[in-house]
């Protein structure tokens, strides 16, 4: 606990300092491996929901009409 009365004597002379300082008391300590899980984590989540998104916009599943593209052939012995 760095709080309280810090005093320096030099040469004769004698000052001192009052220190007030304030202790983080909900504070979570982050270091390298919690930063680079929190961005790893992140990247996976990102590209999941762009898969997911890619995955139910990006197809058509077959929605056609009954009117076919197709075009009846006549029968025609000729050209049989």
Not at 18 to 26: A, E, K, L, P
Not at 31 to 52: F, K, Y
Request: charged share 20%.
């Amino acid at each position: 606990d760095p709080r309280g009365l810090y005093t320096c004597e030099t040469e004769g002379r004698r000052s001192s300092l009052q220190v007030h300082y304030r202790m983080c008391q909900n504070c979570i300590e982050v270091d390298a491996p919690t930063i680079s899980g929190i961005v790893v984590a992140d990247l996976v989540a990102t590209l999941l929901l762009a898969m997911a998104v890619y995955c139910i916009s990006g197809h058509d599943r077959g929605h056609t009409s009954r009117a076919s593209d197709k075009q009846n052939l006549i029968s025609n012995e000729l050209y049989q």
